[in-house]
């Protein structure tokens, strides 16, 4: 059975940090490339970042570039973002997601999801 587990989340003040965590089991993390996704209150799932299966590639939201980082760790079967300057609108659930397919920005071409973690930044 595939299981992601997100951790890490919390609230934070305006201009602080804090890293998520996304460990897998039942399926081998190497093989896949994986996303960090996010949603706020009110809207829809929206693509954070993505990570290519060696980490050579990476890709952002333009919103959270330069603040945000992606990275992985395939012999821990782990996966994080690392979340720098953060602001008040990054208030959302984050959710971790395995693909098949080469680092994808929609939502509905991920495979298995984690159950999220909620970032709460206050002002």
């Known amino acids: 059975q595939v299981r992601l587990v997100e951790s890490g989340g919390g609230l934070v003040q305006a201009g602080g940090s804090l890293r998520l965590s996304c460990a897998a089991a039942?399926?081998?993390?190497?093989?896949?490339?994986m996303g960090w996704f996010r949603r706020a209150p009110g809207k829809g799932r929206e693509f954070v970042a993505g990570?290519?299966?060696?980490?050579?590639?990476?890709a952002y939201a333009d919103s959270v570039k330069g603040r945000f980082t992606i990275s992985r760790d395939n012999a821990k079967n782990t996966v994080y973002l690392q979340m720098n300057s953060l602001k008040p609108e990054d208030t959302a659930v984050y959710y971790c997601?395995?693909?098949?397919?080469?680092?994808?920005?929609?939502?509905?071409?991920?495979?298995?999801w984690g159950q999220g973690t909620q970032v709460t930044v206050s002002s």
């Open positions: 990570i290519s299966r060696s980490s050579g590639d990476t």
């Open positions: 997601a395995v693909t098949t397919l080469y680092i994808r920005r929609q939502a509905n071409e991920y495979n298995y």
């Open positions: 039942g399926l081998t993390l190497s093989t896949y490339y």
